[in-house]
């Protein structure tokens, strides 16, 4: 499977000086200099990720999104298909990510007038899919992302 997020990590990887010809103790501490600085980036860049780590809500039959799976992933499973119903208010930003691993059909529903992306529903019949959306109030629209 292809990890097609953009994370935005705050730094680029450095370029790394040519290595020269013979031994230069001041080129090797250069190096080491340069390589410190990168991996105590990722190392910041590492750790505030790992404090936003979502949990994971196991389901198998039909259910509603309540306001303690915002912001959280939903992994599906087994071979019946299952609808989820998702919030028919959700505050702005919210998100939620589900996760097919079932072999039937999921549905995503919502309630009352909110729409994903202009719909009432979304269909995910590929194992292994998993769409990420996201809560518009000024629309009361859902969006995959």
Do not use: C
């Amino acid at each position: 499977m292809v990890d097609n997020v953009q994370y935005d990590v705050g730094f680029i990887a450095p370029a790394l000086p040519h290595p020269s010809a013979t031994y230069n103790p001041r080129m090797q501490e250069q190096m080491h200099s340069v390589l410190r600085m990168y991996f105590n980036q990722v190392d910041n860049v590492l750790r505030r990720t790992n404090s936003r780590v979502r949990s994971v809500t196991d389901v198998t039959a039909d259910a509603n999104v309540d306001p303690s799976l915002l912001d959280q992933i939903i992994r599906t499973s087994g071979s019946a298909d299952i609808t989820m119903t998702l919030l028919s208010s959700a505050p702005q930003g919210a998100s939620v990510t589900f996760k097919h691993n079932g072999t039937g059909v999921l549905t995503i529903a919502t309630e009352g007038s909110e729409t994903i992306d202009g719909d009432s529903t979304l269909i995910v019949v590929n194992q292994y899919d998993a769409p990420f959306l996201t809560y518009n109030v000024a629309d009361t629209e859902w969006s995959v992302v």
